[in-house]
Structure formats: C-alpha cells, structure tokens
C-alpha cells in the first residue's frame, strides 16, 4: 500500500482542490498588485500571510477528522467562551468589537466559530439517525444561534451571517424536513421588521443605502456607486492591468480589500471575472463531491457545510460589490488583502482535505 | 429520547445527504448564473453609461488662463507688462501646524496681518492640496533667505508668477489705470468661461476700456484627476490666445515732461496731435503708483490715497470740471464774426466794468481802470472781460450755447476711456431743467467769460482747441494707435472715428481769431507774452482764470490773502505750430492763479519738448515696428 500512495496523499492534500486555491491566491496577488498602487511591499505582506494560511491548511490536514470529531464540543464550548470574553475585554476597532489580544497575537474569536460551530452541529447529527426530528433540528438551531447573536453584538454583521448559513447548511444536509425548511423562512421574514429594530444605524444605512444608492451619492451611497461605475465601465474585455481608471485614481475605495472585485471587473472585464468565477466553481464543486465522499456523516456534513459557506462567502462579496445585496463587509476569499479571514478559511479546506485523506479501509 | 433499538442506516443516510448536496449543486448554478446576468447587466448592457461615468470621474477640464497683452506709448515705451514675481505658496496638507509655520515663517520674511487674513480665506476656500499664497512680491533678499531655510519648510516654496508691472509708474497711472481682483460686482458682467482661470481685471484707464482685447481667449487642459481632484497628468492641451498688445497714442516722454512741469501744483495737461485726434498726454497730478493695486492695496496705503485732500485718485484730465474762463473768448469771438455780429466789427470802450442796462449790479474787468478802446483782435489779446460782456449781450445765451456744443463743449468727447465727466454748457432750457429757474441775463455775461455755470474738463478744452487749430475739423480724441493681433502678431492700425465738420461761412473768421491767439503769445500786449521768448516756432494761445471763490461786488480779490485752495485756477490753451498745428494743449493749474504765469509756461514746456522731439524722430519712424514685432515675440515667449 505504502507504495501506491503519492506524495499528495502522503501530505494528506487534495491535489485538484490544492491547484484551484493556489490558482486563486495567484490572481488575488496579481489583482493587489494592481489595487495596491503598485507596491511590491502590499503583494509580498500578502503573499506571507497565504504562505502562512496554506501552512495552517497543511497542518489541519494532517489532523484526523475522528479526532476533530472528538474534539468539537470542547473546541465549540471554547470558542463560545472566547465569544463572551470578547464582549468583555475586547479591543475596539472602527465602532466593533471583534478582537481579543493573546500575548502578541490578535486575535478574532468569530472567526473560530467559523469552524467550530458547523463542527458542532455535524457531531450533534453523526451518531443520530437522520434526517432529524424536529426537536434534534431546535437543538441544532439553538447551536447555531447563540455565537451567531454574540457575533451579532459585537456587531459583525457578515461573520453572523456566515455562521449561521454554516449551520444551517449541516441542518440542511442532514436532510431537515422541507415543512420546516419552509416553516422556517416563514419565520425569518416574519421577523425582519424585528430585526430592524434590533440594527445598529450604520447596518439600516447600509440597507438603505442598498435599496437607493443614489439617495447619498458622496456619502454612504459612494462606495456601491463607485463600484457599480467600476465594473460597468470593464466592458467585456477590461481596461487591462493596471490600466482601471476607477481603480488606480483612487475612486474606488477600499479596492484592496472588500471590493477587490471591482477592480479585477474594471482591469479584467466580463471575461476575467467569469474565469475567475469558474475557478471558484471549481473548488466548490470539488468540495462538495469530497463532501459526498467521505466516510462518514460527521465528514459529509462538516465537509458540505465549510464548502457551501465558502461560496456564501465569494457570492455575498461578488453580490455586494456589484450592487444586488447590501454592503456587508464580507472580503472576497483568497483575493481580497488582509489576514484573519484567509487563514480561517484555508483552516476550513484543511479540514476538507483531512476528510478526503484521512480513509479508514473498510475492506481488507 | 432516542430510540435505543433504531438501527444507524449508513447507506441510506449517505444517500440522503448525496441527495441534499444535488439540490446544493441546482441553488450553487443558479446563483452563479445570478451573478454573471448581473455582470453581463453592468458590463454589456450597461457598458456605455458606465464608461461614460468613469470618463467623468477621471476627466476634468482645467482652464489656463491667457498672458494679458502689453501697453506701450506711441513710441514702443513699455507702459504695461507682465513680470514674473515671487510669492510664497503653502500646501496645507504638507504642513502639520498653520500657525507654527505662519510664526516660523514670520521670522524670517515679513508676513503682515493683512497677508495672514487672506491667507486664512483661502484656507477655508481651497482644497489642501492647492498651494495657496501667504505672500506676494517677494524681492530677491526674501527669495534669497527663505530658499536658505527652504528644507526647514516642507509644504512651503517659492512660486514665480506673471504679474503685471507698471514700470513708470507714477508717470503713466492716470491714463493707464491698474488691473485688480476681479470683484463680485464685476463678476456679474463678465464671460465667467472666458475667465475661469483669471485672477485680474482691468479697473480704470486703458486697463479697464480695452479689457476685451488685453485679456485674450482662456486656454484648456484637459488633466486626468484622482478622487481627490489632484492632477495627475495632461491628456490634451488646448493653448490659451493671449490678449492684444497695444499701442497708445500717448508719448510718456511728453507725459513725463508735463507732470514735471507741472511740479508741486495740483493740475491737469492734456496734449492732442490735432490732426489724428491721438491723445499726446494725458497728465493729472498727484499722481499714484498703479502697482500698488494689482495684488491688493493694503489699507494703509489706500486709506492714505482716499483721505489726501489732493485727491491722487481723481483723473483730473478727463474727470476734474473747471470753469475754463477767458480760455473761452476765442471762441464766443468767433460765433461773433459766424453770427455775422455788426458789434464784432466794432470796438467797445472799456472802462474797466459793465452794467446791465437799467442794473446797478456792476461786471468787472479783471483790469482796474479797463482797456479803453478795444477791438475784437485786442480783446483776446489782452482778454478784456467787458467786450466780452457786451458780445455776449449781442449774441444771447442760445446762440452761444448753440456755437459752443459744435465745440465739443457740455458733452463728453468720447475719449476711448470710460468715465468722462460732460463737463456743462448752459442753456435756459438746462436751467429750467435741472433747477427749475429762469435765465437771467447777468449770467449770459458771465458766461462770456467762461465763468458762472460752465465748466469744461481738460480733455474737452484740449479737444476744442484742436478743432480750432484744424479750423472746425473735429476728431475724437483717442488713446489707441494700434494694437497687434495675437496670433499673426501682424500689426492692426486703429482708424480714427471719422471727424465733423464745423460749418463755417469765412475763412477770414479763422484767420483773425487764430492770429489773435498767436498775438496772446507772440504780441506785445499779449497775456502770455512772457512765454514766447526763445520759441523756435509760432504759437497760438489763450489764457484763461477760472475763480474759484466769488469776491463781493466791492472787495478786492487779493491772492496773498486767500487760502491756496481757494485761489483762482490758471488754465492755458495753445496750439503749436500756428501754420502747421501738430500739437495742442491745455493746462490746468488748480489754485494757480492767474493763467499767464502758471499755466501758460507748463504748455510752453510741453510744446517745446513734443515739437523737439517730433523734429528729432522725423514723421514717420519706421523703428516702431521693429520695436513692437520684437515685444510681441518676447510676449509669446513669456507664455
């Protein structure tokens, strides 16, 4: 057997799903290049924090998912402790409080939760007979729901979103019943009025802003509308690189981070971004058919969950910066720059990769 | 809760979940269908108006403002031009601390208050990265320590401007006028797009009138700007037309010549070349500096300007409205002689007054005991006031307004300058007009005299008596010889406004009343005889007392006791030389006293110096044009 295995296997990785995240790292650099006004400084800070992130990614994959499966409750009691200490002693950044410092290292509880909450619900449904009764589906639920409202309170809108959808995608894999699927989205809308009341200004500007845009062209509505002109004006086949004029005169902000998008749009056009929306396919539908493969119902729907919220994930960003959905604050994963979410995310194709790897010989 | 004895179907529960991820594959295919319609809505559909909006974003149009055009004098003299000066700009973004800098700064160039406001102003008003002027007209001293010090000033730099210059000054001010900040009020009456990147406008003199051809045609730049508006670089230039340069008709030498001559006295010269209409001169004293209104004049300085009692502001030549006394006698002689008068062939006996019949009021002669036997001729000779009297009596008030307008006279010339007071010729219908009383025949008299209501302005003596001198061919004054195009640089003449004629029934009219004008110079008797001694040439003349405070009917006018801003005005006009008229002249000399001494020396000077200089040169000098092709070049070098 030894033999037969490469040096893939070995490592544990996934070599189609490796090509199709190292392909997106690689237009990410290329487009921060651009973003970041030409400064090798920003593209080599980048490239560290993905060397880090795929190390992260490595490490994951070598763990076996028997033991994360051991682990969850632990990892998931942990992470909502983190959660209330955050609420606690966190530091404040740009009116949220998402950060608690661990000797040198700063740190974001949420995004723990990212993987600890779906690990959570999966262990609740591996042992149980599926698909769930309806008092298994509130219990998973209320797993959901308590570090989704801590996330909430900080408040990081996006994450909270992100967290929930994870959960609610084990729910949904474990084969919850259609009445309550629809049961619940009943609810949901029910609730909106009550969850307008709940919001922080800034989140029904946002929403405002997203529903009229041109209401407050130079304030709140600045950013989608200098998007929107970014993209539109990328035609079918761009601007070229470094030549997006929304992009390098600085009238598109944040254009490093959560609106990475419009400049790959603007230098790339119709064209770039549907390769680059195939890619992403790419790794997506690889994920779920790892998913599919794995051993077990704790490997199928923590697999499943990670890979549907990843797309969440690239169809939130893509929505919000071209103008369908609300600004969120969500980056676009892998392209966008910045640290913290890219490590939790290729964190989460570890864990995909261990369950792919990781294979118990049924017969022998 | 759980059932202990249900069996864990790994098969169906596999399937079940494969099941759910087909239905995730349907919802992932549709929500990228999703977002690709929306990109294809943005970036296909779409596509024009956001290009069009990018372009907007990116694409701003930047005026560049056109070099003005130069003023010289008849000879190529440069009266007005545009020097690069110095100011000192700031950058507020570059600068940590306004105040810090503004105190540091302080220390070693001086800032006044009067800077540090306007600085402020435009702190509030412009962007921060716009330089902005803390200082103007550095000299080389302050250029000097401030660049030794430059690397103590980040944000902080020396800027080297065009601005306009006056190099003569004092000499040129009242003809020239300034160019300042363009104010609201202007603004209002402006092309805004042709001005959008010029600061300064022409406020008086020639600055003001031929605004239109000094400023030229804005020019554009279309600059590529990033969100904050900072140009980033020039996609297309469209170069701006600088304004015409332009010659004038005045000689500065001779303005030079006859502000001197006119000295510490307060007073006006204004020198036409009789036959062009050209304005030679067009003097006024005191006289101001016109530098010190193109950046702004402090308030001191101004205050000082406003409040002098002398009034350096007020262009007596064409504003400042004199009683032009017996300057007027040549004229109401010759309505006399053209109304065909039986007395204007006759001699009066003047015993030194006249009354009215049946009035006790007595018209005094200006000499006491009187002229005995005066005939036309000598009367202007020797300016006798009572045969004048007795002609204006003859020819009535209507006749002598009538004659008078044909002059010029209670009209404004039409100089090509703007503001030109009308100077007032009465008439029973003006009395009865503007004051609503009747004419009484006193003041027929003391019109004849040049005194009572009439006033008449520098300009318009000066004009009259070049229509005198061209025996009733009258041209409109003006200052603008020629200006050059600016682009071919060629250069275009300006034609004279065509001249009217005074209808005249005999020569021999003329000829007596100008010979009697060279008697008042070159006869023996003549008020201005003093002033003919060593002329090379014929002079035509007449002096003229303007009062300026009425004396009783009993008292004597005594010039010693009388505060100097009451004496009596002098005033001269003259033409030179009789046969050939190049040049004519009139002087006032305010509070000078009687014309012959103050007035008519001034006129000799100016006339001397002009016909010199005229024999010097010759008619017709072609260095003119050498002189301005070359200024033109410079001009077009200094864009």
New interface residues.
Partial sequence: MQETRTLSQRLHLDLPLLIGLATLSCIGLMVLYSAGEESTSTVIRQAVRLLVAFSVMLAVAQINPRHLFHWSPWLYLAGLGLLVAVLYVGDVAQGAQRWLRLGPVNFQPSELAKLTVPMMVAYFFAE????PRT?QVFVAALITIVPTFLIVRQPDLGTALLIACSGG?VL????MRWRLILGLVLLLAASAPAMWQVMHDYQRRRVLTFLDPEQDPLGSGYHII?S?????????YGKGWLNG??SQ???LPERSTDFVFAVL?EEF??LG??LL?AVY?FV??RG?YI??QAQD?FG??LG?SLI?TF?IYV?VN??MV???LPVVGLPLPLISYGGTSLVTVMAAFGVLMSIHTHRRLLSN | ??PIL?I???AQ??Q???A??VI??VL?AC??V???A???Q???I??Q???T???D??VKIVPVAPTRGLVFDRNGTVIAQNVPTYSLEVVPEAVEDIDALIADLGRIIPISEDDETRFRELLKKKRRFDSLPLRYRLNEEEVARFSVNRHLFPGVDVQARLSRDYPLAEISSHFIGYVGRINEEELQNIDTSNYRATAHIGKTGVEQAFEDLLHGTVGYQHV?????GRT?RILQRKDPIPGSSLYLTIDVGLQAVAEQALGEENGAVVAIEPATGDVLALVSVPTYDPNLFVDGIDEAAYGKLIGSPDRPLFNRAINGQYPPGSTVKPFFALAGLEYNLEQAHESVYCNGYFRLPGKERRYRDWKKGGHGKVDLNRAIVESCDVYFYVLSQNLGIERMHNFMIQFGFGSPTGIDLRGESDGLMPSPKWKRRSRNQPWYPGETLITGIGQGFMLATPLQLASATATLAMRGLRLKPEVLLRRVDPTTLEPIEHDPDPAAIIEHGSAKNWDDILEAMRQVVHGPRGTARRISIGAAYQMAGKTGTAQVFSVGQNEEYEEEEVDKRLRDHGLFIAFAPVDKPQIAVAVVAENGGSGSRSAAPIARKVIDYYLDSVKERGPDDGSMLTAERSEAASQSQVR
């Fill in positions: 149980r007979t599926l698909p008092l995608f949904f894999l474990a084969g200098q929107k002109i970014a993209i539109g004006s990328g035609g079918v004029t929304q005169l600085d009238f749009s056009g119709l971004v549907a929306l396919l997506v539908f779920l998913a599919t119902s199928r729907l499943g549907l797309f169809f893509v929505g071209s103008g369908m | 809760m759980r249900t864990k179907d790994i529960e596999a079940l979940i494969r759910r991820v995730c594959c992932i929500m990228s999703i977002i690709l929306r990109l294809f943005l970036q296909v779409d596509y108006h956001f290009a909006l990018s372009e974003n990116r590529e700007t990033n969100a904050q980033l």
